[in-house]
């Protein structure tokens, strides 16, 4: 293993036995291979915190929490409390944070595409598209501003504690955090001429997404690179890990577990013509132990999409799915809605459009047998017009009920996970329909305290889940994308697209919630 790695520090006093910062990591190849920008790493010593912030080693929404629910526990007082302020984040990384209050007619190419292109293109190409990861005492975010990036902020005073820029594509994803140790990876949207030739003469295996894309392993704290790989195709969703096993999804049909310490090759399936899209890499463990990877893949012709299981010890395909009948899969498939897990029932739950018609499309959320991919039930939660980009809502388990957002319609839906059956559903107040703008609900709700936490469009929702009421709804400005608010304590963190890293009190948005 070598690296080209020089490392300076800058500022220190003399006489401080730790630097105040910053130490500067420099890397241009890894194992002999050259990196295409050079990957550099700031870390400033002096912006961490030295107290136990009480949160996980790990990002719970990604391992251990197969459900979706972003809620991290933590013993300080200041989050307990409730800490308030905005990093214009995009501004340190290459990009321009734009003002949470810019209409999106003064976005970048709003006049060449339009207000709801505009937004898409901005969040996809410069922006943060999804959300924040809290884990190891620290609050990791990425931008997909090219080169991408990924930075860890103290989350008491969002302060800068180091960055990594110079990645090898647009970084579109949270961050996994597994003991010590932060993992991206990374890739674009875009298509090659090439793959548009290949749909007109109908060689769907043949094509791919992205021309490359890579996986990035940093050491969570100081964010020094311990290894990284190259892939084939974009490798835009997040992984998944269980067991010291990492698992990741690419646009080239890669289905690819590696050793999460070293980066080691365990296994690699390829689903020719199958696209890694937006859907994170989720897992269920089978009763013996054995773990089934998930993950929810793209096609270029009906039905559009699958999602497939394999086995985690050794990559042999376990399952593949794709929507119940009678619904048809439509646009992207299941490649953009991460599948929630529920371990105890051993359900699998994905959101997807379908029967798609004049512009129009059904929004369906539906479950699968965990152990062999058989459905159990799909419901349609509501008929309307085909939403921008990403195309589904990202689904959270909390107890016996699904919550899950429908785009299209700009509603909430609370779906009992047992039988499929809509307990109710409640339109999001400011959004409209048919979606001006995009904005959702895409990501999923968290629950917490009682409550659901809803983030759409420009505004946090507050929602009772026993009945679906809104009891709040508060502005934060900008575009909040595909994204499930993170709450530790009485805070909740937020990325937003325009560039921006928000931590704001829960008891700002709804003071009564701690009667709940």
């Known amino acids: 293993m070598t690296f080209l790695n020089f490392t300076s520090i800058v500022a220190q006093d003399k006489g401080d036995q730790q630097p105040k910062g910053p130490i500067v990591y420099t890397y241009d190849e890894y194992n002999g291979t050259y990196f295409p920008h050079i990957l550099t790493v700031v870390y400033y010593p002096c912006n961490a915190t030295c107290s136990n912030l009480g949160f996980p080693s ?6 251990e929490n197969q459900c979706h629910n972003a809620v991290v526990n933590t013993t300080c007082q200041a989050l307990l409390e409730g800490v308030d302020w905005q990093l214009p984040l995009l501004n340190y990384v290459g990009g321009v944070a734009i003002p949470l209050s810019t209409p999106p007619c003064k976005l970048p190419w709003a006049q060449q595409l339009g207000v709801k292109g505009a937004l898409v293109y901005y969040t996809q190409m410069v922006g943060e598209p999804l959300g924040v990861t809290l884990a190891c005492g620290l609050l990791y975010a990425t931008e997909d501003s090219m080169p991408g990036s990924i930075t860890a902020i103290n989350p008491v005073t969002g302060k800068i504690v180091w960055m990594a820029n110079g990645l090898a ?52 704290t100081d964010g020094q690179l311990l290894w990284m790989r190259f892939t084939y195709g974009e490798a835009m969703p997040a992984p998944a890990i269980y067991d010291g096993i990492l698992a990741y999804v690419t646009g080239g049909g890669c289905f690819v577990g590696v050793n999460a310490t070293t980066g080691q090759t365990l296994w690699v399936d390829h689903f020719p013509g199958f696209m890694a899209n937006m859907a994170s890499v989720n897992y269920y463990v089978l009763p013996n132990g054995t773990p089934l990877f998930i993950a929810g893949f793209t096609y270029a012709a009906p039905p559009y999409g699958y999602i497939i299981a394999v086995n985690g010890l050794n990559g042999h395909e376990a399952w593949n799915a794709t929507m119940p009948a009678p619904y048809i899969g439509a646009n992207t498939g299941l490649g953009d809605v991460a599948p929630a897990v529920d371990q105890q029932l051993g359900i699998v739950v994905d959101n997807d459009i379908a029967n798609f018609s004049n512009g129009y499309v059904d929004m369906v959320t539906f479950a699968l047998n965990a152990t062999n991919g058989k459905p159990l039930w799909a419901v349609n939660t509501g008929r309307g017009p085909i939403p921008p980009a990403y195309k589904g809502g990202m689904p959270l388990i909390v107890g016996n009920v699904v919550y899950d957002g429908n785009p299209s319609l700009g509603t909430v839906n609370a779906i009992c996970i047992k039988t499929g059956k809509i307990l109710w559903s409640t339109k999001l107040p400011c959004l409209q329909t048919p979606p001006k703008f995009p904005g959702g609900p895409r990501g999923s709700p968290t629950y917490y305290h009682g409550l659901l936490w809803v983030s759409a469009g420009q505004y946090v929702y507050v929602i009772n889940p026993k009945n679906g009421d809104i009891l ?45």
């Open 472 to 516: 709040s709804f508060y502005w934060i400005g900008g575009r909040l994308g595909i994204m499930n608010p993170v709450i530790a304590g009485n805070t909740m963190f937020l990325s937003n697209s325009y560039g921006w890293i928000i931590a704001i009190p829960l008891s700002q948005i709804y003071p009564a919630y701690i009667y709940y």
């Open 58 to 63: 790990v990002w719970p929404v990604s391992n």
């Open 169 to 220: 594509g647009p970084a579109m994803n949270n961050p996994v955090v597994w003991h010590g140790i932060v993992y991206v990876s990374v890739g674009g949207v875009c298509f090659t001429f090439s793959q548009f030739v290949h749909f007109e003469e109908h060689q769907y295996c043949k094509i791919h997404r992205g021309r490359c894309g890579a996986v990035y392993a940093f050491n969570a």
